[in-house]
């Protein structure tokens, strides 16, 4: 069996256009450069799981016709992450069910804190249904596929990729351990950050994620979470080596779910 990974976002977490900027990236008109908070929906048969509740949620699923989903699976608290919770709800309604949410203890806990009304004792109508397990190193298992953990670094916070199948998540990272790596090996398709061209506190630059992306020797490979200062679409797509690209919103790809 397959899956099919749609790319709900792209860019970084002030999204491209970025607000009251004018550089020629901004102004594009090519909708490849415009590019909403990065999350990525994974289906297989009738099953469907998003990573990541962007600020940008809820046009995501009304961009992407989205009628039906299991579950929400977290890399970690930043707010351009886990901001649109609140609007799994409407799913809640649709389906007359609960939504689960897989995350890390320190992701659970931000949104325990952040969506407190979700999880309080006594709930308010209409508030979100949520399931919520902590998950820590081990794989799981969410809607007929099975999620590996990937432990990488953003700065000095731990934020987990996936390997789905054949198919690795990675997103806010700047550091993997070379334990972390052999989750990676043997994957057909790898999504890794590429923030910008210019050296980051805490997001590999475009450089440092080719040279990863070859180091592991991935058939295909493609880019998010990334800012207007990486330049435009088409220009930077025409530089990057044979088998990587930059991924874009709407970008659907397929995968083997083995």
Known sequence: ????????????????????????????????DKRLRSSVLIRTGSSAVVIDTTPDFRYQMLRANVHHLDAAVFTHEHKDHIAGLDDIKAFNFLLQ?????????????????????????????????????????????????????????????????????????????NFIAEEEKKKILGSEVLVLNALRMEKHISHFT???????????????????????????HVEVEKSLPKGMHLAYDGLVIEVKNT
């Open 97 to 173: 069910k609960p939504i689960h949410l897989f995350a890390s203890n320190e992701t659970a806990a931000a949104l325990k804190r952040d969506f407190y009304y979700a999880f309080a004792d006594n709930k308010y109508p209409g508030v979100p249904e949520l399931n919520l397990q902590v998950i820590g190193d081990k794989p799981f298992e969410v809607a007929q596929m099975q999620f590996t953990p990937i432990q990488v670094k953003h700065l000095h916070m731990p934020v987990l990729g996936y390997r789905v199948g054949n198919f690795t998540y990675i997103t806010d990272a």
């Open 206 to 232: 475009l450089q440092e994620a080719i040279d990863l992306a070859t180091e592991l020797n991935i058939p295909k490979t493609y880019f998010t979470h990334i800012s207007h200062q990486l330049g435009l």
């Open 1 to 32: 069996m397959s899956i099919t990974i749609e790319f709900l976002g792209t860019g970084t977490s002030s999204g491209v256009p970025m607000i009251a900027c004018n550089c020629h990236v901004c102004l594009s008109q090519n909708n490849k």
